[in-house]
Each structure stands twice: as structure tokens, then as C-alpha cells.
């Protein structure tokens, strides 16, 4: 079964684009493909059965965007990857 986890849609110490906020969604977007980009370069690309993606979620002042990674719960090493991006994800645009 494909499952996901969240990551977030920048750095966790990084301001982001709000919603309801002007162009958000291209914004928002930009920060997340941004941010997959850093994830990959700090913890490697995602291994087969695991993919890091950007996935918009409804809200009561419209619809946001977050990275998630995707993966199959039955393949130890993509769920091990999907674990590894929650808690290491970089803090900043730093990396």
C-alpha cells in the first residue's frame, strides 16, 4: 500500500508563503520544489518505492501545499527514507 508523511513546505526554521496570501500557490509551490531539491541533496534521492512530491491539502482559506514523501509500507527502505526525511529534513535554506 502507498502511504506519505509530511515534511512540511520549507525548512522548519524558514519563514513560508501563507495561505489566502497574493500568488500564494505559485509560491508555496516554488518553496516546496525548493525545498525537495535540498532534501535530496542533504539525504540523497529517494530510493525505488519512495518518491518526494508536493501535495496540496484543503483549508478553510483555500487549499495548501506541503512536501511529502510517498511510499510503499510494505519496502523497509522506502518507509526507512520516508522516516529519514521527517526527521532530518534540513532546518534551514542552508541545508
Known sequence: MIDYMTIGSTPCEEECAQVGSENYRDRAIAECRRFIDLIRKKLGDEP??????????PHDFGTYYEVVCKYSDEDEKAQAYAYKCESDAPTTWKG
Do not use: E, R, W
Not at 525505488?48 to 501535495?55: D, I, M, S, Y
Open 48 to 57: 525505488p518505492n519512495a518518491q518526494l512530491a508536493v501535495k496540496g491539502f
